[in-house]
């Protein structure tokens, strides 16, 4: 059976997380999909948009997960669960990210989505060569300090840097003041 007709029958033709019933399409659940229906969701559109990032999250709208995360799908625990914890400074939604149950490996399946949108790609520095926690690094050019009030020299050696959350940045140590370095400024010692 088709995927999408397979999803229509397995959702009563409903959307898997609100059960709206209206402008439902395919969602194969990131990152990697076989777009079979073990792994796609059946999706309104307006969870889609708040899914995808293009719309803002309506908190409201997502209640809904209360419900859905009790699913027997594990595609639909997934989203769901993915979806909670990035509502997860809502207390409800912690709350639910506490009793929410999953076998292991779709526990596992659920977190390699939330860790691969977390990471957007390696840090690299200006040559293009990976960057890790503890590398020291060296100025490709002069940078000014905001706040700190003084110049980090070209040719600086910062030791032991530290990634963030933001490829393009790294944190290190320069004149004994801990500051955010752009990362395309830096070359690998
Ligand atoms: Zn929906």
């Not at 209360?66 to 699913?71: F, R, V």
């Not at 990471?119 to 300090?145: F, M, W």
């Amino acid at each position: 059976m088709p995927t999408e007709q397979a999803l229509i029958k397995r959702s009563n033709h409903s959307c898997e997380l609100c059960t709206a019933n209206e402008n439902l399409t395919v969602f194969p659940v990131p990152p990697t999909s076989d777009l079979s229906a073990q792994q796609c969701i059946l999706l309104c559109q307006t969870c889609q948009n708040q899914i995808e990032g293009g719309a803002e999250l309506d908190i409201n709208h997502w209640r809904c997960l209360n419900d859905s995360m009790w699913s027997q799908e594990p595609a639909v625990q997934v989203v769901s669960y993915r979806m909670l914890h990035k509502l997860s400074s809502e207390s409800w939604a912690q709350d639910a990210l506490e009793m929410i149950y999953m076998e292991d490996d779709v526990k596992t399946w659920a977190e390699q989505g939330i860790a691969a949108e977390q990471r957007e790609g390696p840090t690299r520095d200006s040559n293009g060569a990976e960057l890790n926690d503890g590398d020291d690094v060296t100025l490709i050019k002069d940078l000014k300090v905001k706040g700190a009030n003084f110049t980090a020299k070209q040719g600086t050696l910062v030791r032991g840097i530290t990634l963030t959350d933001n490829p393009e940045h790294i944190e290190g140590k320069v004149n004994g003041t801990r500051i955010v370095l752009v990362s395309a400024y830096l070359k690998k010692a």
